[in-house]
């Protein structure tokens, strides 16, 4: 049972490039989320989706593109990186249960540095 | 929107000890709140969770309390040890919306 992966764990880049984080579920999950990490400010959402084909912005969406055309897989892009973006990023799939809450299962986290 | 407050940022104390973080959360409409610990290098887990139904929750040495009145709640670890030692986040949601708000996180060390 491979839970949820993301890929790559590490990348570094260059400003301006176009970057894209994979994530990959095998729960059948129908909610997935992207988060960034970084010190002082927590966990911050970028984006989420309720299903295939249906994406909704967070707390943090500027620079940032999702697509979700499978269940299973949900990318983050970066379309032009910046030294702000450097941070640690996390996916999470959630199954809402009891009033539409449900546990959060992160990936492992992506680490990005843009230089 | 919603605005979750984590205090304090950093915390230590020594094995055996009772450790206790706080939050308060801005949206009287959140109605869910859950606790993830992170360990060093690894990703968030939950450890607990709470509804506003709900006054107060325990699993073994953890607890959570909720005052929905003040808007704020607890985690409180009791008989502290070396592996309680991460990175504690709370959480507030309105059910209504698939959306956890974190708060900023405290770095929990537990000295032998």
């Known amino acids: 049972d491979a839970g949820i992966t993301q890929s790559p764990r590490y990348k570094i880049t260059e400003t301006g490039r176009q970057v894209t984080l994979m994530c990959h579920q095998t729960?059948?999950?129908?909610?997935m989320f992207w988060y960034r990490q970084d010190l002082g400010h927590g966990l911050r959402l970028i984006y989420y989706?309720?299903?295939?084909?249906?994406?909704d912005k967070g707390e943090v969406p500027d620079g940032y593109v999702v697509s979700r055309s499978k269940t299973e897989n949900f990318p983050l892009t970066l379309e032009s990186a910046t030294r702000s973006q450097t941070s640690v990023y996390f996916c999470?799939?959630?199954?809402?249960?009891?009033?539409?809450?449900?546990?959060?299962?992160f990936g492992e986290g992506s680490r990005l540095t843009v230089l | 929107g919603e605005n979750v407050e984590q205090h304090p940022s950093t915390l230590s104390v020594q094995e055996g000890d009772s450790a206790v973080i706080k939050c308060t959360y801005s949206?009287?409409?959140?109605?869910?709140f859950p606790w993830y610990k992170q360990e060093l290098g690894k990703r968030p887990q939950l450890i607990i969770d709470i509804r506003s139904n709900v006054g107060e929750k325990k699993d073994q040495r953890i607890a959570v309390t909720l005052n929905k009145t003040a808007k704020h709640f607890s985690l409180h670890i009791t008989e502290t040890q070396p592996e309680d030692s991460a990175v504690y986040f709370c959480?507030?949601?309105?059910?209504?919306?698939?959306?956890?708000?974190f708060g900023t996180g405290t770095r929990l060390l537990v000295s032998p």
């Open positions: 959480a507030a949601q309105n059910t209504g919306f698939q959306k956890l708000v």
């Open positions: 729960w059948s999950h129908s909610y």
């Open positions: 949206d009287s409409a959140s109605n869910y």
């Open positions: 989706s309720a299903a295939a084909d249906i994406t």
């Open positions: 999470a799939s959630s199954k809402p249960g009891t009033a539409n809450t449900g546990e959060l299962f």
